[in-house]
């Protein structure tokens, strides 16, 4: 009798605990991130949620690329030089 099921693992799924490890983040940014429409979304197994892999690689790139792209680095530098020191503020930024 030949079986019809394969033996080729599906695609590999991530915990709650290994998302924190790989991102360095913590559950609540992650949940913060998800809600805001910013990660995405959990899949569940019974009771149990994760993440696939692909998913996570995927959000991974178009952040990454997000941040390389010339807005990203202006917003930057903008952002930095409200805390650069000026003439009428020699100290910088105290906020």
Do not use: C, Q
Not at 28 to 35: C, E, F
Not at 70 to 93: F, I, V, W
């Amino acid at each position: 009798m030949t079986s019809t099921s394969s033996n080729t693992p599906g695609p590999r799924r991530l915990g709650i605990a290994e998302v924190e490890a790989r991102l360095g983040v913590d559950r609540t940014t992650i949940w913060r991130w998800y809600r805001a429409g910013k990660f995405p979304a959990p899949h569940y197994l019974g009771e149990r949620r994760s993440w696939f892999l692909g998913e996570i690689e995927a959000w991974e790139a178009r952040r990454m690329a997000a941040l390389a792209s010339p807005d990203a680095r202006r917003g930057a530098r903008n952002l930095h030089a409200k805390d650069a020191a000026t003439p009428e503020n020699p100290a910088g930024s105290t906020t």
